[in-house]
């Protein structure tokens, strides 16, 4: 057990994350205690006991300061929520952690996600958009990231006309529901829809209207290879397409930026849903408070290691 403090990351290949290389030039910026990232990786199919082994490991650790957790959010939420001292509402209504932090004796566990992804969401998308042009949404993936997308539109001002959530299991759809009709979105709002395939997928954005936002938060073309669409898709004409990967094989994002001059789309990668990621939770747990001056100078140290 190492006798300096660090903090871990949960995922599936961490040793190929960005964040490797940028969390040392962070923690100088943030005047953090350490410079030390550990990954803590799991399978896609890992089982509860792996989950809670590894929370208890974080949780007995007292140099453990805390970690930010990908993939396995909704899997951590499942099989390990009893082990922490304190979950913020928006952990207990999303079903998902993604950020674990120690405070003295007790473990925290919150989702950042609605948080991040808006703040994201904002870096692009033009203030007013879906009240001024009546653009819908469609998300393709109802997991941790998708959840917290629509739990952020939700709560826009200027809400999209309609946001069509896709995933390949019922369950995973019925856990969404859940999660909305707690928070109390508005009743219609939101389309909750199976997708035996990525030809169905297709059809679904192909039908949405021009400038809606169109987005890939399955992991396909991270975790695993792959898009939740085909090459014959067709995107509406002046879409937003975000990919919320930013690194791996990024078909979807690839598939949109074939068609971005002739569709006229507006193309992002997930760069900037990474930095508000991960800044947003490395100040949760080292309990700082970030400014925008701040969160710059971080996307910078981005893009010097890019």
């Known amino acids: 057990m190492t006798t300096a403090d660090y903090m871990g990351f949960v995922g599936v290949t961490t040793a190929s994350s960005s964040i490797m290389k940028v969390f040392p030039l962070w923690a100088d910026i943030l005047g953090l205690p350490t410079r030390t990232l550990i990954g803590h990786d799991l399978p896609m199919d890992a089982t509860p006991a792996q989950y809670r082994a590894m929370v208890e490991q974080i949780r007995d650790d007292p140099h453990h300061r805390g970690a930010l957790v990908t993939t396995h959010k909704m899997n951590v939420y499942a099989a390990a929520s009893d082990l922490f001292d304190e979950l913020d509402p928006f952990a ?27 703040l994201a969401l904002n870096d692009f998308l033009p203030a007013d958009h879906f009240a001024d042009t009546g653009a819908e949404v469609v998300i393709l993936g109802a997991g941790g990231s998708g959840t917290a997308l629509s739990w952020a539109l939700a709560e826009r001002a200027d809400a999209p006309s309609r946001i069509t959530v896709t995933a390949r299991k019922d369950a995973d759809l019925d856990t969404l529901r859940e999660v909305h009709r707690q928070h109390g979105t508005p009743e219609g709002l939101i389309r909750y829809v199976r997708t035996d395939s990525p030809a169905e997928a297709d059809a679904l954005v192909a039908a949405a209207r021009a400038g809606s936002l169109i987005v890939n938060a399955t992991g396909l073309g991270k975790d695993r290879p792959g898009s939740p669409l085909t090459d014959e898709v067709v995107f509406p004409e ?14 979807f994002l690839h598939q949109a930026e074939a068609q971005q001059a002739s569709r006229e789309l507006t193309v992002v990668d997930g760069w900037r849903y990474f930095i508000h990621g991960w800044s947003q939770v490395v100040a949760d747990v080292f309990e700082l408070e970030l400014t925008p001056e701040i969160v710059e100078q971080l996307a910078a140290a981005v893009e010097s290691v890019r």
């Open 92 to 118: 207990v209504s999303c079903a998902e952690i993604s950020s674990i932090s120690q405070r003295g004796d007790r473990l925290i566990g919150r989702a950042k996600d609605p948080l991040t992804v808006d």
């Open 238 to 251: 002046r879409a937003y397409v975000w990919e919320f990967n930013y690194r791996g094989s990024l078909e």
